[in-house]
């Protein structure tokens, strides 16, 4: 039958989160070395920041009036800003994972 969708993806942001502590249960304290892994909160911080309060309540008005002004301009913002958001995480992710996999 599988594993539910929702518990598989909770389960793999939890092995992102804390990986050492499902699999290798005394060796925890190598996490803490890990910086990528302490970044990791932040960025999903920034990305629900961006999503949830700066787009609904800011950017969303700002972008339009940008777009209003200069289409071209304002979507090329756009795809930077996705860009260089896409990329930090990336980055982030990838030090988490090869710092938990040592």
């Given at each position: 039958m599988g594993i539910p969708k929702?518990?598989?993806?909770?389960t793999f942001i939890a092995a992102l989160y804390r990986?050492?502590?499902r699999f290798r249960k005394h060796h925890h304290h190598r996490?803490?070395?890990v910086p990528s892994v302490r970044i990791l909160p932040l960025v999903w911080a920034l990305f629900s920041a961006m999503l949830f309060i700066l787009?609904?309540?800011?950017l969303h008005?700002?972008?339009r009036r940008k777009a209003e002004?200069?289409?071209i301009a304002a979507m090329a913002l756009i795809q930077r800003l996705h860009m260089v958001l896409i990329t930090l995480s990336l980055i982030v992710i990838f030090g988490a994972v090869m710092g938990a996999h040592s």
């Open positions: 929702r518990n598989a993806t909770t990986p050492d502590c996490q803490m070395r787009e609904p309540w800011f008005a700002w972008f002004a200069a289409p």
